[in-house]
Nanobody, 115 residues
C-alpha cells in the first residue's frame, strides 16, 4: 500500500504562485511515475503534469511554461510549482503515484484563483 499526503493548496490572486507538495509513504517502488491531476466539479480528472523517477516530465498544454513538476526521490516527494495562475486553474488537485500496475491517489487539495 502507498499513502499520499498533499499540502500547499489555497486561495491566490490571478498571476500569483503556489507550490503543492505530496509526500508518499509505504511500499514505494523506485521506478514509479509521480504526477498531479486536477478536477473541476462535474468534470473528469485531468493530468496536469507527471515525472518519472529518472526525471522525464510531461505537461498538459494548458500549463506548459507556467507549472513545473519536480521530485525528491530520497524523500519520495513530488512538487508542483505553479506560477502565473489563472482563474481557470481553480480545481481540486490530486497527487498520483503509478507503480507496478497500480494507481494511488492523495486526498486532494483545493486551489482557488480569484481576485
Amino acid at each position: 500500500q502507498v499513502q499520499l499526503v498533499e499540502s500547499g493548496g489555497g486561495l491566490v490572486q490571478p498571476g500569483g504562485s503556489l507550490r503543492l507538495s505530496c509526500a508518499a509513504s509505504g511500499s514505494i517502488f523506485s521506478g514509479n511515475v509521480m504526477g498531479w491531476y486536477r478536477q473541476l466539479p462535474g468534470k473528469q480528472r485531468e493530468l496536469v503534469a507527471a515525472i518519472t523517477s529518472g526525471g522525464s516530465t510531461s505537461y498538459a498544454d494548458s500549463v506548459k511554461g507556467r507549472f513545473t513538476i519536480s521530485r525528491d526521490n530520497a524523500a519520495n516527494t513530488v512538487y508542483l510549482q505553479m506560477n502565473g495562475l489563472k482563474p481557470e486553474d481553480t480545481a481540486v488537485y490530486y497527487c498520483n503515484v503509478g507503480q507496478l500496475g497500480h494507481n494511488y491517489w492523495g486526498q486532494g487539495t483545493q486551489v482557488t484563483v480569484s481576485s
